[in-house]
């Protein structure tokens, strides 16, 4: 079943599309975690990082790229930024078309929370 953002690159419904080639399309997301938060994604309908198939692997590194591009559009590359792919329930994944989140403009802090070090006596 087609996704949300199958129907994004459709133009079924509209989006904020900062970057499109035959391969990926980027454009904000619509809930941003931070001052920039954009999302790359596939054409090809790819459900999780666990459907990744060799043929998707020019995708995947033009998402990088064109992660990085936008960065630098964005003004955000010399200060850095975070690129996250979830997967499935564990990593927290709520849209089943495969997505690369580019997001900064601030600083965002450890990746996870750690464990609590015990105090040594
Ligand atoms: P994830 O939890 O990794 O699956 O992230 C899904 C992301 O998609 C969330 O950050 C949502 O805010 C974002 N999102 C959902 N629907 C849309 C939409 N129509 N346009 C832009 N971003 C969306």
Do not use: W
């Not at 391969?23 to 309908?45: N, T, W």
């Amino acid at each position: 079943m087609s996704s949300i953002f199958s129907k994004i690159i459709a133009r079924e419904i509209p989006a904020d599309i900062v970057y499109e080639d035959d391969l990926v399309l980027a454009f904000h997301d619509i809930a941003p975690s931070a001052p920039v938060h954009i999302l790359i994604i596939p054409k090809r309908e790819i459900a999780t990082a666990n459907d990744v198939e060799p043929d998707d692997e020019a995708a995947l590194g033009r998402m990088i790229s064109v992660g990085a591009q936008i960065a630098a559009e964005q003004g955000i590359a010399a200060d850095g930024y975070r690129l996250i792919i979830n997967c499935n329930e564990h990593g927290g994944q709520e849209v089943f078309h495969l997505h690369m989140h580019l997001v900064g403009g601030r600083s965002l802090g450890p990746m996870l929370t750690r464990p609590k070090k015990r105090r040594s006596t």
